[in-house]
């Protein structure tokens, strides 16, 4: 056991050198995750690791799929709600069967419930692989939501097909017909717990006593709480998941109400989220051996004949899916026709993103190794495995190096008249200012007289408002004009760093608290926050 651990830290410290080097590189780091994974494999000695299925399963979806729905915009969702069905319902039975359909008369002794299991476990693309590799480049906001909402419930849908897949095999029955009618009830129920548990965890978070510590721990067991609670009647955890993330996340200003808490659950999320997707790969590479070794009578190179023709196909059935469903509803409803039209270049690119990942890996891990009777193996499930890894490895490398190139290739443009970042944050910044004005001149206006430090508040803010005024009104301006902005920012992101330096500087001297100097400290990164945002 020591040793396994020793060996799981030293790889994970390899693969973050790894996620350095592609961040200095401009790579996106899933892609270096996906070879590294490839490459613990051939290490020689390296020991396998045996890990129980349902235990990955348990692990690594609840808190992946907990902080997607977390980030996910509900208004954006709302909004873009027809082409994020379409694609994270419509594509993924679409996918899934055709898949199956395929593997089943493509591999022999594949059978038609095995291929929906491999369906359900390639048809989902990655959140985290998505947002990464488009990280930094001019994507319009539409093509962005659709993207994050599409991998949020797709994960979703896929992992009920997994399931019921997974239950024709162990059972030896599948009936369509009963599936369907399962399917809308173990999702509709799942909802219904999710939405319950939920509420609960906001009645603790908004009404006792809790500190950022306990929020922050809080808020990684809930994705827990909740997939346990609808697993133990039958239902689906993951839709438990999806929807309690949501709601907490559309009521956390009401319940998250200090910038410490809010700081120390981002950083919380941040490490746990990228340790998980970084183990996931290291604990694919050391499985590799036994996984090919275990092929039975198929060979590597069958494998990976098999993983390259799956792959062409998921490719392929995603830009198959993507141009009707873009258009068809169009050409029908009136109202659709209203928005502006998303053009061949912005669903070429959502059609390019469907990067497969970690949900995709976990979930064909989290395959039990035996049958009911605990005797049989479990038929082909190494095959399986090793074709998703070929599927993951494929869309990742291919179509993760490429996209950052088709983007610029093909200049993509915003396309829905949207407020850019600099505008919004100065808007919404200007309206905090004159709240705040508002409620001194309402309640406290005797006071600035009286007491130099709210006068001098007061003043600041009324030329915090001229200064906003005079932003937005420049924002409204010709390349030249924004260009003057991002020197203004970059001067302050060099100004925050030699800030920095000075209380480093401070610390030692020992002339003031340790407490006040972290204060310090935080206020240079909520400063620098508003010019880079939290993803830098």
């Known amino acids: 056991m020591h040793h396994n651990l020793l ?27 996906v070879v590294a994974g490839l490459g613990i494999s051939f290490i020689p000695g390296i020991p396998v690791l045996h890990l129980d299925p349902d235990l990955i399963f348990l692990i690594f979806l ?31 039975f679409f996918t899934s069967t055709v898949i199956a359909y ?10 038609l419930a095995l291929g929906f299991l491999l369906g359900g476990i390639v048809s989902p693309p990655d959140a985290v692989a998505a947002a990464t590799v488009l990280k930094g480049m001019k994507v319009p906001k539409r093509v962005l939501t659709i993207l994050e909402g599409e991998s949020l419930v797709n994960d979703a849908s896929s992992l009920i097909v997994f399931k019921f897949a997974l239950a024709a095999v162990l059972s030896g029955a599948f009936s369509m017909q009963q599936a369907t009618g399962q399917f809308f009830l173990v999702a509709g129920m799942g909802i219904v717990i ?56 559309w009521r956390s200003h009401e319940i998250f109400k200090t910038g410490s808490t809010r700081m120390n659950m981002l950083g919380v999320w941040t490490t746990l ?79 390019w993103a469907g990067m497969r990942g970690v949900v995709s890996l976990a979930t064909a891990l989290s395959i039990p190794l035996l049958m ?66 508002k409620l001194i001149n309402q309640h406290h206006l005797t006071k600035t007289k009286e007491n130099e430090l709210i006068g001098f508040y007061k003043d600041g803010l009324e030329s915090n408002i001229a200064e906003g005024r005079k932003q937005l009104a420049s924002l409204e301006c010709n390349e030249t004009e924004i260009e003057e902005i991002h020197v203004y920012q970059h001067m302050l992101l060099e100004i925050y760093a030699e800030q920095r330096k000075e209380l480093f500087s401070l610390r030692k001297g020992k002339l003031y608290s340790d407490d006040e100097i972290r204060k310090a400290e935080l206020q240079l990164d909520l400063n620098e926050l508003k010019i880079t945002g939290a993803g830098h």
Do not use: C
């Not at 049989?376 to 399986?384: E, Q, V, Y």
């Open 194 to 249: 999710g939405l319950a548990g939920a509420h609960v965890m906001y009645f603790i978070h908004r009404f006792l006593p809790t500190t950022p510590a306990i929020d922050a721990a809080l808020t990684v067991m809930t994705p827990y709480i909740l997939f346990l609670a609808a697993e133990q009647f039958h239902y689906s955890g993951v839709m438990a998941v999806v929807t309690g993330g949501l709601f907490i996340s």
């Open 102 to 111: 395929t593997s089943a008369s493509l591999i022999p002794g594949f059978t």
């Open 7 to 33: 060996l799981v830290l030293a790889l994970l410290f390899i693969v973050f050198l790894l996620v350095m080097l592609a961040q200095r590189i401009k790579i996106a780091y899933p892609i270096f995750l």
């Open 372 to 437: 009911d009777d605990k005797i049989t193996a479990f038929p082909h499930r190494n095959l399986i495995i090793f074709i998703t890894f070929v599927v993951i490895f494929v869309t990742l490398v291919i179509q993760g190096l490429t996209l950052p190139f088709i983007i610029k290739l093909i200049k993509l443009k915003e396309i829905d008249n949207i407020a850019r970042s600099e505008e919004q944050q100065t808007g919404i910044q200007l309206k905090l200012d004159e709240l705040a004005l």
């Open 273 to 351: 989220i990228f340790v998980m997707n970084a183990l996931v790969f290291v604990l694919i590479g050391l499985e590799l051996p036994e996984i090919i070794h275990g092929l039975g009578e198929y060979s590597i190179w069958d494998g990976i004949r098999y993983g390259l023709i799956i792959s062409a196909i998921t490719i392929a059935l995603r830009f198959l899916w993507i141009y009707p469903a873009a258009f068809v509803p169009r050409w029908l409803s009136a109202k659709i026709r209203k928005d502006p039209s998303p053009g061949w270049k912005g669903p070429l690119v959502i059609g």
């Open 62 to 92: 609840p808190p992946l799929l907990y902080e997607a729905a977390w980030y996910t915009s509900w208004n954006d969702f709302w909004k873009w709600k027809r082409p994020i069905a379409l694609l994270a319902f419509g594509l993924v």
